[in-house]
């Protein structure tokens, strides 16, 4: 197919041809629905015959059915180059020493024609190129780990990460951005918070939700608040920097254990669980929202422990699950299962065999929430006990995401299950807390009037 009609075929080509109109033609667009104007864009290998593909001047892209095009004008031709030159990052000795570290992910991705998808394309450099307002705020040194989606990260990642981090610190750095996928951001974040610890500076993973190349796109300012928090913020702890509210107005900083991907595509997506976050962070100032962080110092000293065993699960329970699942995974070998119980922490007593096997098989097992917030409290009725009775132990409030990590982490210690279970009934970066704070668990219903009042100040 000639070039100039990228990936167009069937009826969408035989109409660009008819028209005198090819691929990368800025154009206007007469439909039986009204005009469109902008950039005719290539389709994707695995696209229909029967839309053509505009890219509007607002920036985004729409859809035109074929059968309701009555006319295209051709009124300007120029290919677009989605690729962003990576920049040297100029040097200035008055501002802190920043390290990047790109994993890949939506942060540092563009739209990739060919396919239709978004794809890991920007070098952590390149990301200068597309926010240059980096430079106002630090020195900022780059260095490419990984160049894949989150869901793709796992304990080689994690280790490799944790390392990198560890080797930067001692070499002076005064603070660390990691840029990764939001799709698994909080496993990376509870992971680090236990691999690194003792941090002397601030850890700051960071995302978007919207890839770089959409107007709607979240990046700059992520990366903007980031680097302003890994610069100049006195919290050394392990944070995630994501969009507080929907608008374009600050970013939070939430503590990596207790942070959680909370919708698919909102740019506000992560929320702390069952607890308030650190910090608002803005490119004007850092209000802390809390003082129980841990500060910045001024030596190089870090502990790094990237022990860790992959044969550890979640179980999530659900009504009628059969003993075949717990069965299963101490036929293959694992050595660890985290269960997602519902109410205070329950299972069918179905279940009930299986777990006893996997306790006299030496399987670790803890039992968090589903519900997310509140504690597990298996004290309460005959089922918690019967279960805790089994050899599962109650995990307080821990998220299941961070106890599956934690767990992974304990394991890759000791085979003793009792130092297991003291490593993790332990506190050691926030992953469990004595007490849920009265502002800890706020989730308002739309529609009721006094909710509407209130959601109104402040939608934009």
Same mark, same amino acid.
């Given at each position: 197919?000639?070039?100039?009609?990228? =990936?167009?075929?069937?009826?969408?080509?035989?109409?660009?041809?008819?028209? =005198?109109?090819?691929?990368?033609?800025?154009?206007?667009?007469?439909?039986?629905?009204?005009?469109?104007?902008?950039?005719?864009?290539?389709?994707?290998?695995?696209?229909?015959?029967?839309?053509?593909?505009?890219?509007?001047?607002?920036?985004?892209?729409?859809?035109?059915?074929? +059968?309701?095009?009555?006319?295209?004008?051709?009124?300007?031709?120029?290919?677009?180059?989605?690729?962003?030159?990576?920049?040297?990052?100029?040097?200035?000795?008055?501002?802190?020493?920043?390290?990047?570290?790109?994993?890949?992910?939506?942060?540092?991705?563009?739209? &990739?024609?060919?396919?239709? @998808?978004?794809?890991?394309?920007?070098?952590?450099?390149?990301?200068?190129?597309?926010?240059?307002?980096?430079?106002?705020?630090?020195?900022?040194?780059?260095?490419?780990?990984?160049?894949?989606?989150?869901? /793709?990260?796992?304990?080689?990642?994690?280790?490799?990460?944790?390392?990198?981090?560890?080797?930067?610190?001692?070499?002076?750095v005064q603070g660390?951005?990691?840029?990764?996928?939001?799709?698994?951001?909080?496993?990376?974040?509870a992971i680090l918070?236990?691999?690194?610890?003792?941090?002397?500076?601030?850890?700051?993973?960071?995302?978007?939700?919207?890839?770089?190349?959409?107007?709607?796109?979240?990046?700059?300012? /992520?990366?903007?608040?980031?680097?302003?928090?890994?610069?100049?913020?006195?919290?050394?702890?392990?944070?995630?920097?994501?969009?507080g509210p929907t608008?374009?107005?600050?970013?939070?900083?939430?503590?990596?254990?207790?942070?959680?991907?909370?919708?698919?595509?909102?740019?506000?997506?992560?929320?702390?669980?069952?607890?308030?976050?650190? @910090?608002?962070?803005?490119?004007?100032?850092?209000?802390?929202?809390? &003082? +129980?962080?841990?500060?910045?110092?001024?030596?190089?000293?870090?502990?790094?422990?990237?022990?860790?065993?992959?044969?550890?699960?979640?179980?999530?329970?659900?009504?009628?699950?059969?003993?075949?699942?717990?069965?299963?995974?101490? &036929? %293959?070998?694992?050595?660890?299962?985290?269960?997602?119980?519902?109410?205070?922490?329950?299972?069918?007593?179905?279940?009930?065999?299986?777990?006893?096997?996997?306790?006299?098989?030496?399987?670790?097992?803890?039992?968090?929430?589903?519900?997310?917030?509140?504690?597990?409290?298996?004290?309460?009725?005959?089922?918690?006990?019967?279960?805790?009775?089994?050899?599962?132990?109650?995990?307080? %409030?821990?998220?299941?995401?961070?106890?599956?990590?934690?767990?992974?982490?304990?394991?890759?210690?000791?085979?003793?299950?009792?130092?297991?279970?003291?490593?993790?009934?332990?506190?050691?970066?926030?992953?469990?807390?004595?007490?849920?704070?009265?502002?800890?668990?706020?989730?308002?219903?739309?529609?009721?009037?006094?909710?509407?009042?209130?959601?109104?100040?402040?939608?934009?």
């Amino acid at each position: 197919m000639s070039d100039i009609y990228k =990936g167009y075929r069937g009826a969408a080509l035989a109409l660009l041809k008819a028209q =005198g109109v090819r691929v990368w033609s800025d154009a206007e667009v007469t439909t039986t629905r009204g005009s469109f104007t902008g950039i005719i864009l290539p389709r994707s290998e695995t696209s229909d015959d029967k839309h053509i593909v505009l890219k509007l001047r607002n920036g985004y892209n729409v859809g035109i059915t074929v +059968d309701t095009v009555t006319a295209i004008k051709e009124i300007g031709y120029k290919e677009a180059h989605y690729k962003i030159p990576e920049k040297e990052f100029p040097y200035d000795p008055g501002k802190p020493r920043v390290k990047l570290f790109g994993t890949g992910g939506t942060i540092a991705s563009r739209l &990739d024609y060919r396919t239709g @998808a978004v794809i890991p394309a920007f070098t952590p450099g390149e990301l200068y190129g597309s926010v240059p307002e980096l430079a106002d705020i630090c020195n900022l040194e780059t260095e490419k780990l990984y160049g894949v989606f989150s869901e /793709n990260m796992g304990p080689e990642q994690w280790v490799g990460t944790a390392t990198a981090i560890g080797r930067e610190i001692r070499k002076g750095v005064q603070g660390i951005i990691i840029g990764h996928g939001t799709d698994t951001m909080h496993h990376t974040a509870a992971i680090l918070s236990f691999m690194v610890q003792n941090t002397p500076v601030p850890i700051v993973m960071v995302g978007s939700q919207r890839s770089s190349d959409r107007p709607s796109s979240d990046a700059a300012l /992520n990366l903007i608040d980031a680097a302003k928090t890994a610069a100049e913020s006195d919290i050394a702890e392990v944070m995630v920097c994501m969009f507080g509210p929907t608008s374009d107005q600050y970013d939070l900083l939430h503590r990596g254990t207790r942070v959680r991907k909370m919708h698919s595509s909102y740019r506000s997506t992560f929320r702390t669980i069952g607890d308030i976050p650190i @910090a608002m962070v803005s490119r004007e100032k850092i209000i802390t929202l809390r &003082d +129980d962080y841990k500060r910045r110092r001024s030596d190089n000293d870090v502990t790094i422990n990237t022990a860790f065993e992959e044969k550890v699960s979640i179980v999530y329970y659900y009504p009628n699950m059969k003993p075949d699942i717990i069965e299963a995974l101490i &036929d %293959n070998g694992y050595r660890g299962i985290i269960i997602a119980g519902t109410g205070l922490g329950h299972v069918n007593k179905p279940l009930y065999p299986a777990l006893r096997r996997a306790h006299d098989k030496g399987v670790a097992m803890y039992m968090t929430v589903q519900t997310l917030w509140g504690y597990v409290q298996m004290f309460v009725y005959d089922t918690g006990r019967d279960i805790m009775e089994l050899g599962v132990f109650p995990a307080a %409030n821990m998220l299941p995401e961070v106890a599956y990590v934690k767990l992974g982490w304990a394991l890759g210690q000791t085979n003793d299950l009792a130092k297991v279970k003291d490593i993790m009934l332990t506190p050691i970066a926030g992953e469990i807390t004595e007490r849920e704070p009265h502002n800890g668990y706020l989730i308002y219903q739309g529609g009721i009037p006094e909710v509407e009042r209130f959601v109104s100040s402040f939608w934009k």
